[in-house]
């Protein structure tokens, strides 16, 4: 399955992609992650990149095609993969598209979770993510058992640098603008499936996931 997870920032992508790869074991490629990697191990293109992201404005799409052909060319792409956070705008899913069809492949869905605008602002304030394994948490919602630590692997919990009130407020309207249009590109190509990602708890939007994409 090669998948394409659409959705505003704090909708929830990552944390189904997450539980959709625990059941289904296939490498999650998440641009956002691939460029944080860089920042945090001082590359050029990671100081580049930090800056941008702390406007909450979109890395250029050169940077980011680059870095997902790359990863794509790893072995464990063979059999499919979930995109998360990529593509983010028109033309970052047009040179998907081609890149796939120089594969002779395609898309098999592109899965938007959808989560009205209003609703975003306190999710994202109030998500910590395990520096150890990834796993996220929000002190709203679903804090975690100890303040400050994660439940799963007692790793530290950190708040992203663009989960600030400032900057999420750009990164939606970014999403508004840029990435919003992707939904109506995906439905045209009738792969679009779409999950209400703002009622429910975590594992009962997971099964509509599944069911959305017809897994059993
Ligand atoms: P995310 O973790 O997906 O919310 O991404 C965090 C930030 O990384 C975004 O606000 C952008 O600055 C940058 N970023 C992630 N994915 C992309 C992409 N596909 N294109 C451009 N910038 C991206």
Redesign the pocket.
Known sequence: MRLVLLGA?GAGKGTQAKKIIEKYPMPQI????L?RAAVAAGTELGKEAKA??DR????PDSV?LGMVQERLKHDDCKSGYILD????NTR?AEALDEMLGKLGMSLTAALSVDVPLENLMKRLTGRRTCKACGQMFNIFFGAPKKEGSCDKCGGELFQRD?DKEETIRK?LDVYTAQTAPLIDYYGKKNILKAVDGASGTIDEIFVKVCSALGLK
């Open positions: 920032p998440s641009t956002g992650d460029l941008v992201m909450g404005e979109l890395v980011v956070g990529f593509p983010r970052q663009d990164r």
